[in-house]
């Protein structure tokens, strides 16, 4: 196992179209993370799954972001009806659970960059 | 409310001389994990050093070093003999809610890096 792996790398789309991200996490982690990280900016957290479980969607996830992880393996995170303000890079991470006191360092994978035109 | 604060935007150092990049944090926790990450202009984030809350020793790993301060809740991050390859942006960031529903690893704004030969 080599890392976390997100594909696509770039994206570009046109305003409107909906876009699809898929990640695939390390697999013996059970924890992903989805982040956007715009120009200049730390990564903000949009979600995170534990297994195939949903646990927290920020405010910032609008009703157009949805992310899924079926079976508890791979992620998808998609777009609908995108806007210029959703360009931005697409970062994915995984961890160990993170029980009780430990190294509980998320793994990134290299992102996906989208640009909305 | 900023849960994460880097006060420095930017900074330069002379290569091989050491610096201290900034950071303070704000949780309610009692258990919680401190992160630094570099990611450099390539896009990639790399994990650093590691800090649990209830850790005694402050964290080294090779040239870096973290200054943990828990009741001042700073945890700076040293970088002992500069490189230039150190030039990049530094991020911290924190795990807290370990185990719960909300356990998530968030950012700061970051501190851009810029060794000078």
């Known amino acids: 196992d080599t890392g976390v792996s997100q594909n696509p790398r770039h994206k570009i789309t046109k305003r409107g179209q909906n876009v699809t991200f898929r990640c695939d996490p390390i697999?013996?982690?059970?924890?992903l993370y989805w982040y956007r990280q715009t120009l200049g900016q730390g990564p903000e957290f949009l979600t995170y799954?534990?297994?195939?479980?949903?646990?927290?969607k920020s405010r910032l996830l609008s009703d157009r972001f949805s992310a899924e992880r079926p079976k508890g393996s791979f992620s998808t995170l998609e777009i609908q009806r995108t806007e210029q303000g959703d360009s931005a890079m697409y970062l994915c991470?995984?961890?160990?659970?993170?029980?009780?006191?430990?190294?509980?360092?998320?793994?990134f994978g290299q992102g996906t960059r989208l640009t909305v035109v | 409310a900023q849960k994460i604060t880097q006060t420095q935007p930017g900074m330069f150092v002379q290569e091989k001389e050491a610096v201290t990049l900034d950071c303070t944090y704000d949780?309610?926790?009692?258990?919680?994990?401190l992160f630094w990450y570099k990611q450099p202009s390539s896009g990639e984030m790399i994990f650093l050093i590691y800090?649990?809350?209830?850790?005694?020793q402050n964290a080294t790993e090779g040239r870096y070093s973290l200054n943990f301060q828990k009741a001042r809740k700073s945890a700076n991050l040293v970088i002992s003999a500069s490189q230039l390859g150190d030039s990049a942006m530094y991020f911290c960031?924190?795990?807290?809610?370990?185990?719960?529903?909300?356990?998530?690893?968030?950012f700061g704004p970051g501190t851009s890096l810029s060794v000078i030969p």
């Open positions: 799954f534990q297994n195939e479980a949903q646990l927290e």
């Open positions: 800090q649990g809350s209830y850790d005694e």
């Open positions: 949780t309610s926790d009692q258990s919680y994990g």
């Open positions: 697999s013996e982690h059970n924890r």
């Open positions: 991470a995984s961890s160990f659970p993170g029980q009780g006191i430990g190294h509980t360092e998320a793994f």
């Open positions: 960031a924190m795990r807290e809610g370990l185990g719960t529903s909300y356990d998530k690893v968030i």
